[in-house]
C-alpha cells in the first residue's frame, strides 16, 4: 500500500512570494490533515477535510493561508504571500475516516513533508 | 483547551540503558493518546496508541506505553535502547491533534 506521497520535499522562496504544496493521501482515506512543523516544536494542525469539506481550520492563519480538497483525493496548500516566519516543515497526514465509530479509523499516517524557507 | 506537555526537551542515554520518555495532557474527556517517532529527514513514525482498555500498551521497536489517568501522563518507556532509537519523540492527543514539542533522545556508544 503506497504511503501520503507529498511534493515538492524542499522549497527555497523570498518572502511576499507565493508558494504551494502537494498532498496525495492514502487511497480510500476520508480525512485529510495538514501540519505546520517550526523548528523545535510539534506539529501544529492548520488544516482537517472530510472528504472534500473543510471540518477544522480553526488555526490556519486565512490571510494568507489556503487550502483545497476539491474532489475529496489529493490536496493543496498555499502560502501567499509568505513571511519569514513560516519557515518550517509542512505535513500532511491522513486516516481512514475521522467519524467512524471505531477509534482505529482516526489513526493518522504521515507523509515525509515539505520543508520550507523563506529568506 | 487540550495540551501536551514533554517536560524533557532533551534526554542523552547509554546504549543498552533503559528510557523513559514523560508526557502530560490536559484534554477533558477519556483521550486517545499516541506517541509518535521522527528520524532527520522523516515523517512521523506511530509508536504506539492508547484508545481505551488495557492501560499499559505495547507498540512497536520494543516500545511501550502507561496511561495513567490519575496524573494525565502518558510516558514511554524502552528497557534497553539501541543506537537507531536516537530521534525526536512526540506525544499527541486526539480530538484538536495535539502535539507535544518533543524530546530528542540522544543515545551514547
Known amino acids: 500500500e503506497a504511503g501520503v506521497a507529498q511534493s515538492p520535499r524542499y522549497k527555497i522562496i523570498e518572502k511576499r512570494q507565493s508558494v504551494a504544496f502537494w498532498c496525495n493521501p492514502i487511497s480510500g482515506h476520508a480525512t485529510l490533515y495538514w501540519y505546520q512543523q517550526i523548528l523545535g516544536q510539534g506539529p501544529k494542525l492548520l488544516i482537517q477535510f472530510q472528504n472534500n469539506g473543510v471540518v477544522d481550520d480553526s488555526q490556519l492563519p486565512k490571510d494568507r493561508f489556503s487550502a483545497e480538497r476539491l474532489k475529496g483525493v489529493d490536496s493543496t496548500l498555499k502560502i501567499q504571500p509568505a513571511k519569514l516566519e513560516d519557515s518550517a516543515v509542512y505535513l500532511c497526514?491522513?486516516?481512514?475516516?475521522?467519524?467512524?465509530?471505531?477509534?482505529?479509523?482516526?489513526?493518522?499516517?504521515f507523509g515525509p513533508g515539505t520543508r520550507l524557507t523563506v529568506l | 483547551a487540550q495540551s501536551v506537555t514533554q517536560p524533557d526537551i532533551h534526554i542523552t542515554v547509554s546504549e543498552g540503558a533503559s528510557l523513559e520518555l514523560r508526557c502530560n495532557y490536559s484534554y477533558g474527556a477519556t483521550p486517545y493518546l499516541f506517541w509518535y517517532v521522527q528520524s532527520p529527514g522523516q515523517g512521523l513514525q506511530l509508536l504506539l496508541k492508547y484508545f481505551s482498555g488495557d492501560t499499559l500498551v505495547q507498540g512497536i521497536k520494543g516500545f511501550e506505553a502507561e496511561f495513567k489517568r490519575s496524573q494525565s501522563s502518558f510516558n514511554l518507556r524502552k528497557p534497553s535502547v539501541h543506537w537507531s532509537d536516537a530521534a525526536e519523540y512526540f506525544c499527541a492527543v486526539e480530538g484538536k491533534s495535539t502535539f507535544g514539542d518533543g524530546t530528542t533522545l540522544t543515545v551514547k556508544p
Open positions: 497526514a491522513s486516516s481512514l475516516d475521522m467519524y467512524r465509530g471505531a477509534p482505529s479509523y482516526n489513526e493518522q499516517f
